[in-house]
């Protein structure tokens, strides 16, 4: 599947921010805590939650669409040993059925997560933290799944290696059987959103919003009926934001979190951009801005996402001067660059986490890789600004992440047809 794109056009209008997919997919592996029936608000119909639902189906679960994005999810009957490993290879987010998993069952068996080719990616922070907590695992090498069981000794503490979103999460969910305190844990809004979640499902959240979390063992029963909705997409808000300044279009983004985007919002300012903010819209002028070249440096949060790096790459192509790109988290984050030198582009890769970006940049249509779900993503903002046809392969990857996006831009008068 590809992307047809025929670019150089400003656009105009409002675009809304779909559900977090990453938050959406967490809280759907936290359903499986519980047989009582849980609806979701807000959820992204995107392809890993299509996917993750899959891999609980496989398991016995059974759930609804009750609206466009609103979904009812029973998991009374789970069998563990009936998982689908084919569909848990294709997605990275399965990693996160470990926790509830072992929460519920005691044990879990699971092959080595998939996802996007962004680096090495082990799961290696996973692990040393379920040993940490008391959980013994074990490679099955004939049949290519982990092993998981709870030993004897349970651990009321756990300091994890790195700040980790989904080790974080896993470790929330883990700890919802005896209690744990997790150090050193990661504080986006997506893990804050599943600790809610947490506490609708019964069970005591300490810390939200720190980097010290305690969860404890559910108190009494739980309710008859769970709601909840997820949170806007903040990935999503930042990509959109940046397009608009990109294309040098005027585009009013509705739905977001300022707060979650402040650091995004600081750079795109200090570039240039002219943006206005009001209560949950943010309104990009990208025509009336005057882009210039920043170093733009991925941190965890609250910095600039590293899923955000790449559109601000994109961007700093058509900034006056050197643009210095610096993400620290993953090596493999800068494929793309190859991929927008094609189109006329002068950047140099200096290692695997820098890169120098030269603009103001002419960009010429061509045919390009998507490479990985938010490199995808980015190849569609520069090819909306090139000149002439773009193609974009695979565009399956970026649905992964990104609802209709061809039908969403199209809305706003991009030329983008699927083929």
Same mark, same amino acid.
């Given at each position: ?106 044990? #879990?068996?699971? $092959? ?5 080719? %962004?680096?090495?990616?082990?799961? &290696?922070?996973? @692990?040393?933290? !379920? =040993? ?113 300044? #990109?294309?040098? $279009? ?5 739905? %977001?979190?300022?707060?979650?985007? &402040?650091?995004? @919002?600081?750079? !795109? =300012? ?150």
């Amino acid at each position: 599947m590809k992307f047809v794109i025929n670019g150089g056009k400003k656009l105009e209008g409002t675009i809304r921010v779909s559900g977090a997919k990453n938050a959406a997919t967490p809280i759907i592996a936290a359903t499986l805590l519980t047989d009582t029936p849980v609806t979701l608000e807000n959820i992204p119909r995107i392809g890993d939650v299509e996917t993750l639902l899959q891999i609980l189906k496989s398991m016995g679960s059974t759930y609804e669409w009750l609206g466009e994005h609103t979904l009812r999810i029973v998991n009374a009957n789970i069998n563990p040993d009936n998982i689908d490993q084919h569909l848990v290879r294709k997605i990275r987010s399965s990693i996160l059925l470990v926790g509830p998993l072992l929460s519920r069952f005691g044990k #879990a068996k699971l $092959s080595f997560p998939g996802g996007c080719h %962004i680096g090495a990616r082990p799961i &290696d922070t996973h @692990l040393m933290a !379920l =040993r940490d907590a008391g959980v013994e695992y074990a490679f099955n090498q004939e049949d290519g799944y982990y092993e998981f069981h709870f030993s004897e000794s349970e651990q009321d503490t756990i300091l994890l290696q790195e700040f980790s979103v989904t080790a974080t999460e896993n470790m929330l969910m883990l700890g919802t059987k005896h209690g744990l305190t997790i150090r050193l844990a990661a504080l986006e809004p997506h893990v804050s959103d599943t600790a809610i979640f947490l506490t609708k499902l019964g069970y005591e959240v300490q810390g939200m919003g720190t980097h010290t979390l305690r969860v404890l063992p559910l108190q009494g029963k739980q309710a008859s009926e769970i709601r909840h909705r997820i949170i806007p997409d903040d990935i999503e808000a930042g990509t959109f934001a940046i397009l608009a300044a #990109a294309t040098r $279009s005027t585009i009013t983004i509705e739905g %977001i979190v300022p707060e979650s985007l &402040d650091a995004v @919002l600081i750079k !795109l =300012r200090q570039m240039g951009v002219v943006l206005d903010v009001e209560k949950d819209r943010l309104t990009v002028r990208g025509s009336e801005s005057n882009l210039k070249a920043a170093k733009i440096d991925a941190r965890i949060y609250p910095g600039i996402p590293s899923d955000l790096q790449a559109p601000f790459g994109v961007l700093a192509t058509q900034a006056e001067g050197t643009s210095v790109i610096f993400d620290t988290l993953y090596e493999g984050r800068l494929q793309y660059i190859g991929e927008l030198k094609k189109m006329g582009v002068e950047a140099t890769i200096l290692d695997p986490h820098r890169a120098l970006v030269h603009g103001p940049a002419v960009l010429h249509g061509t045919t390009m890789q998507s490479l990985d779900l938010r490199a995808g993503a980015t190849l569609v903002i520069a090819a909306l600004v090139a000149r002439e046809e773009s193609i974009i392969e695979e565009a399956e990857q970026i649905d992964r992440g990104y609802e209709k996006l061809d039908e969403r831009l199209r809305a706003l008068g991009a030329d983008i047809v699927r083929d």
